[in-house]
């Protein structure tokens, strides 16, 4: 039986989904939840195979949301269902690991097909999306380095930019010394930087902080 979690806000939408979801064999809705807060204690509570979530809802909570799970839990899987495709949003959400994003006009007939694609380690985008991303991926095409600061950003809003390309460095297997000739910065000062961001991320040294780092690039 696939656990299925359900973070929106609109009570139409959740009991529109709920009663598509009632006729899929081996699915069941195991709770719900209006906001972020009450999405990480029914997550906590319910530890589902799936989360739908809508990036749409006040207060970025579905990014908060999808943010906490794929630190916190990445063996969860999680698909945005929205009525409103924010190319920012859409964006923002994918980069951040999401495995699967549909617009509500496409869910009658599809949505229980999705959540098992998804559950079974697929990526599963509506056409809508798709066709986004087709249009923008030459305009996106971001380089290592950028994708990296956007997704330290997401994950780590803490870590100040000169911490971020710092931790860039460590990515790249700079020594200390280097770091410091390449940002005109004394050894003491590089030290010290490395030492705030290992706190910041909750790291103890250095190949626990590259292997993380590397983590974060590939998710």
């Given at each position: ?41 029914e ?25 906490y ?30 495995d ?33 991303l ?16 956007r ?56 190949k ?12």
């Amino acid at each position: 039986m696939i656990s299925v979690v359900l973070v929106e806000n609109s009570q139409i939408f959740l009991d529109g989904t709920i009663a598509l979801l009632e006729k899929e064999e081996g699915i069941q809705v195991s709770g719900f939840a209006v906001n972020h807060k009450d999405a990480v204690l029914e997550i906590e509570e319910k530890m589902p195979d799936v989360i739908l979530v809508d990036t749409a809802m006040p207060n970025e909570d579905g990014m908060k949301t999808i943010l906490y799970i794929k630190k916190n839990h990445p063996n969860i899987k999680v698909i945005v269902v929205t009525a409103f495709m924010v190319e920012e949003q859409v964006f923002r959400a994918i980069n951040c690991g999401v495995d699967g994003y549909l617009v509500t006009s496409q869910l009658a007939g599809s949505l229980g097909r999705v959540i098992r694609e998804v559950y079974q380690g697929e990526t599963t985008i509506s056409g809508d999306v798709a066709r986004l991303l087709t249009s923008r991926i030459k305009e996106l095409s971001l380089n290592k380095k950028e994708l990296f600061e956007r997704r330290m950003k997401d994950f780590h809003p803490q870590l100040t930019n000169r911490e971020i390309e710092i931790a860039y460095l460590l990515l790249q297997d700079y020594t200390n010394t280097q770091i410091s000739n390449k940002l005109y910065i004394s050894n003491g000062t590089v030290k010290n930087y490395i030492s705030e961001i290992y706190n910041k991320i909750h790291i103890h040294n250095r190949k626990e902080a590259v292997e993380y780092l590397r983590d974060i690039v590939k998710m």
